[in-house]
């Protein structure tokens, strides 16, 4: 797999570099830096009691502890526009003295790769001091008699169903995953959310599906018990390096790369698969980063960095993280650049690939 996360890699350092994200920053005292007796504000573009919501909720008090002076971290919700109304006024009215940070999900970078016009907010510009993974599972009923990733050949003439949230939701990266993969996929839209496209699944209605590391691990697993359903692979996760891993969550399991290897027998390579991997990296791999308003001075980026690194350390959180967080490693301190540029970034001949596909075969207008 070197070849294909090292062409990765370079494309978005060379990506990051243009835009300045790549880079160590230089070391700065943070003694000066005192919170005390003030209040952050994390801006959270979603309502109150998603998934990005907890995150943060979950993180709060911990940033709060760690932070020079322990100030108050207070979540701000500002939903609206799928997430785009809370960071357009973020990047508008934030200012950087650490007292505002700006923190997103794929949901809300998807928009900004495809050049959606109503984004006012460039990532490039923004400062990362967290960034953290999720993961999924992809999985087939069981009736297929299809054991793994080398036997999908055996189903790819026979249409498939995937209940699915939108085209240009989340579920674009299985979207194109399964483009790649050369099955025939009927997307059927307006799940409200992946617990529906389950449910179709369990009906018979959906024969392919994905979930969530924690919705796998809670729903599905009883589906693989009772020998009903069979996982084909997972999503992975991308190192502070940019290099696709398989998920920790599922280590016996192929990530995606791994899986179309085992069906094609090459690897992937074009302007698709650089589209998936920059939605999947968006998606999944980094999806929810923490972020200061551009112009941030270094010593604040810096004690941000620091304090996430060790709220991320301490054993309160370790022994708190599972249902929020999962397995994943947490990316934070200075390498986290480059992963960071990974999720935010992709190829201009992608992004136009991607608009035409959308506009061609699902009528989305951008």
Not at 35 to 54: L, R
Not at 163 to 168: D, F, P, W
Not at 199 to 223: C, H, M
Not at 232 to 239: I, N
Request: charged share 20%; glycine share 10%.
């Amino acid at each position: 797999m070197a070849d294909f996360t090292r062409r990765q890699l370079l494309a978005a350092g060379s990506a990051a570099a243009a835009l300045g994200l790549v880079g160590a920053r230089p070391a700065f005292s943070q003694a000066s830096v005192d919170f005390a007796g003030k209040t952050v504000e994390w801006w959270m573009p979603f309502s109150e009691g998603g998934g990005s919501d907890v995150w943060a909720r979950f993180f709060a008090p911990y940033l709060s502890k760690y932070l020079p002076g322990n100030p108050n971290v207070v979540v701000r919700n500002v939903p609206g526009g799928g997430s785009i109304t809370g960071s357009n006024e973020f990047v508008a009215r934030a200012r950087p003295d650490g007292l505002a940070i700006l923190g997103t999900s794929g949901s809300t970078q998807f928009p900004f790769l495809l050049g959606d016009p109503r984004v006012r907010y460039d990532y490039a510009k923004l400062i990362p001091v967290l960034v953290s993974p999720t993961g999924g599972v992809c999985y087939l009923p069981a009736k297929f008699e299809v054991k793994s990733p080398a036997d999908l050949g055996k189903i790819k003439d026979q249409e498939l169903v995937y209940g699915s949230q939108g085209a240009t939701s989340l579920d674009l990266v299985p979207m194109l995953a399964f483009r790649l993969l050369g099955l025939n996929v009927r997307h059927v839209f307006g799940m409200q959310g992946r617990g529906d496209g389950r449910l179709a699944f369990e009906r018979g209605e959906a024969t392919i599906d994905y979930q969530t590391s924690s919705a796998y691990l809670t729903n599905v697993t009883p589906l693989v018990e009772a020998d009903t359903a069979v996982p084909m692979f997972s999503w992975g996760v991308l190192d502070a390096e940019g290099n696709v891993a398989r998920d920790p969550t599922f280590p016996d399991l192929p990530h995606f790369v791994e899986a179309y290897e085992m069906m094609h027998g090459q690897k992937p390579s074009g302007v698709e698969y650089d589209a998936y991997l920059a939605f999947f990296g968006s998606g999944f791999a980094a999806q929810k980063p923490c972020m200061l308003p551009e112009g941030t001075p270094d010593d604040i980026v810096a004690t941000y960095r620091k304090a996430f690194a060790d709220a991320v350390a301490d054993p309160e959180l370790q022994k708190a993280k599972a249902d929020v967080l999962g397995d994943y490693e947490q990316a934070v301190g200075d390498d986290i650049e480059k992963l960071y540029a990974v999720a935010t970034s992709i190829k201009p001949e992608a992004r136009e690939w991607v608009r035409n596909f959308l506009t061609t075969e699902y009528q989305v207008k951008l």
